[in-house]
């Protein structure tokens, strides 16, 4: 359930592509070692083709506290991967004739807004409308707390709809949380078993299940942030996500669901070809991530301070899949590091030179920025000599200074250049550039 500073945008990986025969394992190694050396990353990747796996790597602590590393079977929290599984579970149901895409929900939710027009199809697509409850500031004060299907659904009728339905596109976990429900009014049984039963067991995914409070002793990890050093995140109720973020699992794991999936064992043709249809951006609980010549499907995922991806290339069978309890570096640049190892492709080892600012020379940045570009404001603050930078209705992140003036996130792949004399910052992020003022 996470998103990138600006909005959600689907991994992009500018790459040609041959077969895989000998990947670059050693390198790929020396790669991982400069992330976690340098406090980049902690987690696990795996690389898969034709059902062969090809590589796998973990890093880190699941447990800094107590010095526990992980290995290939860690389990993770995936956040918004989960849309893909619930994704597969309606069309599942639709094709046991439980369900339609056109059918409205106002049978099972009458009291949401334009519960008579929202259809099966717009929940999946981002186009109902409906608000996402996580946009919401006091959201980061009660995700924590157990909440109940009617507390959940309350609290989405509360917030009403940004847009009428089937108008635009605009990513709501939402619509996620409520397709969660109408699956356990369908087959009466709780989303876990809806998911054992129908996905993991018959694949034997055996680390992969809808998550619960993080237990260690069964090899799962914790989550933490990077200010200084790694700080342990809260754990965000399971309950609260449901199918839209609640589901654990391990890289490897992630590369065998997708061979499923994309090999015809899940869904038939016609419901796998209504996932991978794009409209503005997003598909059914897919997102297509175009290289050049060669196009994959996958998601992204956050909660709480985990972060993954997985996708898979339809056309030669490759599954690439990270899991991360622990994230201080763009996993975009890390998924593009994995596939050149696996195509022979150029990459470079990241230097991660910084200089230090004292914590007075920073007082110079601190303040609230606006844009006319865009309607998001920026609140810089601090702790101790690290800068802090808060997007609207999102958590804050902690920046490096790289030059005089210049800091950046290498999680997020954002840079930002203060002119403290005319009381401005100037943001990129992905190709595109952003001027905000002090208020």
């Keep these: 359930m996470y998103k990138n500073l600006l909005t959600v945008i689907p991994l992009i990986f500018c790459l040609s592509f041959s077969y895989a025969q000998n990947i670059d394992k050693p390198k790929l190694d ?7 050396d340098n406090n980049k990353f902690m ?60 059918q409205t929900i106002n049978q099972y939710f009458p009291s949401v807004k334009n519960s008579d027009k929202i259809t099966i199809a717009q929940l999946l697509s981002h186009r109902s409308g ?62 876990s078993e809806i998911l054992k039963e129908k996905i993991t067991k ?26 200084n050093s790694w700080n342990k995140e809260p754990e965000t109720d399971m309950s609260v996500p449901m199918g839209a973020g609640a589901v654990v699992s391990t890289p490897t794991d992630l590369t065998k669901f997708a061979e499923a999936l994309f090999g015809g064992q899940l869904l038939s043709a016609k419901s796998l070809e209504q996932m991978e249809t794009i409209k503005d951006g997003i598909g059914m609980g897919l997102f297509k991530f175009p290289f050049y ?43 593009i590091a994995l596939l050149s190892g696996v195509y022979n492709k150029p990459f470079e080892i990241p230097n991660f030179a910084t200089i230090e600012v004292s914590s007075e020379d920073l007082d110079q940045y601190l303040g609230v920025y606006a844009s006319q570009q865009i309607p998001l404001k920026l609140t810089v603050t601090k702790k101790d000599k ?10 804050s992140f902690p920046l490096e200074a790289s030059e005089k003036d210049k800091f950046k996130s290498e999680q997020i792949g954002v840079a930002l250049e203060f002119n403290p004399a005319q009381k401005q910052v100037i943001l990129k992020q992905h190709g595109a550039t952003f001027t905000f003022n002090k208020e």
């Design 386 to 395: 690290t800068l802090l930078v808060q997007a609207t209705g999102q958590s």
């Design 30 to 36: 020396a790669y991982f070692k400069t992330l976690e």
């Design 293 to 335: 010549d060669k196009s994959s499907y996958g998601h992204t995922g956050g909660i709480d301070g985990f972060t993954s991806v997985y996708s898979y290339f339809p056309s030669d069978k490759t599954a690439v899949a990270l899991t991360s309890n622990g994230s201080n570096y763009d996993n975009n640049k890390i998924m």
């Design 202 to 227: 018959p694949l034997n995914l055996k680390n992969t299940f809808y998550g619960g409070k993080i237990n260690l002793k069964n090899n799962e990890s914790n989550s933490y942030k990077f200010v």
């Design 130 to 191: 409906i608000h996402n409850f996580t946009d919401d500031e006091e959201y980061q004060q009660w995700n924590t707390t157990k909440k109940s299907e009617k507390e959940l659904t309350d609290i989405i009728v509360k917030g009403g709809s940004d847009f009428e339905p089937d108008s635009k596109t605009s990513y709501s976990n939402s619509n996620f949380v409520l397709l969660s429900f109408i699956l356990q009014k369908v087959y009466k049984q709780h989303y």
């Design 43 to 102: 987690g696990s990747v795996a690389i898969s083709q034709n059902g062969q796996l090809l590589y796998t790597k973990a890093i880190g602590y699941t447990d800094i506290e107590n010095h526990t590393k992980p290995n290939k079977d860690t389990k993770y929290r995936i956040g918004s991967i989960s849309k893909t599984f619930t994704t597969v579970l309606i069309f599942k149901a639709i094709e046991e004739g439980k369900l339609t895409l056109g």
